[in-house]
T-cell receptor, first 111, second 112 residues
Framework: DQQVKQNSPSLSVQEGRISILNCDYT??????FLWYKKYPAEGPTFLIS?????DKNEDGRFTVFLNKSAKHLSLHIVPSQPGDSAVYFC??????????FGTGTRLKVLA | NAGVTQTPKFQVLKTGQSMTLQCAQD?????MYWYRQDPGMGLRLIYY???????DKGEVPNGYNVSRLNKREFSLRLESAAPSQTSVYFC???????????FGDGTRLSIL
């Protein structure tokens, strides 16, 4: 039973355009959500997070949106840059120490 | 500024051999984790340690054991390696719940 799902394995976007990465979850008890970026041969690095009491959080070019009724979160990157090309993982937690990760979306930003 | 350090970075084992993967963090974090990453499967939690002296099973604990040696170190042991355990293993740590985890750069393990 996959509690956190990223249904798009890959996404290609032109440089300068918006990248939208999506994530769905099934457990309504999740109250903290994160996005990580991963380059090849490196560990995941934290990008941005959002608590369930909010519906939006921004950090520079990165914005995370949370729709609790739809159990859906998305990551917007504007404008997209070639250096953003990486695998993006969403993750969720329910106030415990366990974090559940999605399967990842490979973003390719075309110059 | 080391963060989370994993050793070794690469290892090749034969089926049935044993191996311990080491992880150490220097951020005074309370909780530590072991994940495996397989193609198309994302990051799956093997074991975690919420605090020094405690360990709990994650999603895929079979075939693994862990030891929280002290606050800094959390090791993962494969007693009898199997080809299905070929994977990239990541260690992570976090100060408290509902905070971002910090990851090491991984151990690439191949079992023949």
């Amino acid at each position: 039973d996959q509690q956190v799902k990223q249904n798009s394995p890959s996404l290609s976007v032109q440089e300068g355009r918006i990248s939208i990465l999506n994530c769905d979850y099934t457990n309504s008890m999740f109250d903290y959500f994160l996005w990580y970026k991963k380059y090849p041969a490196e560990g995941p690095t934290f990008l941005i997070s959002i608590s369930s009491i909010k519906d939006k959080n921004e950090d520079g070019r990165f914005t995370v949106f949370l729709n609790k009724s739809a159990k859906h979160l998305s990551l917007h990157i504007v404008p997209s840059q070639p250096g953003d090309s990486a695998v993006y993982f969403c993750a969720a937690s329910q106030g415990t120490y366990k974090y559940i990760f999605g399967t990842g979306t490979r973003l390719k930003v075309l110059a | 500024n080391a963060g989370v350090t994993q050793t070794p970075k690469f290892q090749v084992l034969k089926t049935g051999q044993s191996m311990t993967l080491q992880c150490a963090q220097d951020m005074n974090h309370n909780s530590m984790y072991w994940y495996r990453q397989d193609p198309g499967m994302g990051l799956r939690l093997i074991y975690y340690s919420a605090s020094e002296g405690t360990t709990d099973k994650g999603e895929v604990p079979n075939g693994y054991n862990v030891s929280r040696l002290n606050k800094r170190e959390f090791s993962l042991r494969l007693e009898s390696a199997a080809p299905s355990q070929t994977s990239v293993y990541f260690c992570a740590s976090v100060w408290n719940s509902n905070q971002p985890q910090h990851f090491g750069d991984g151990t690439r393990l191949s079992i023949l």
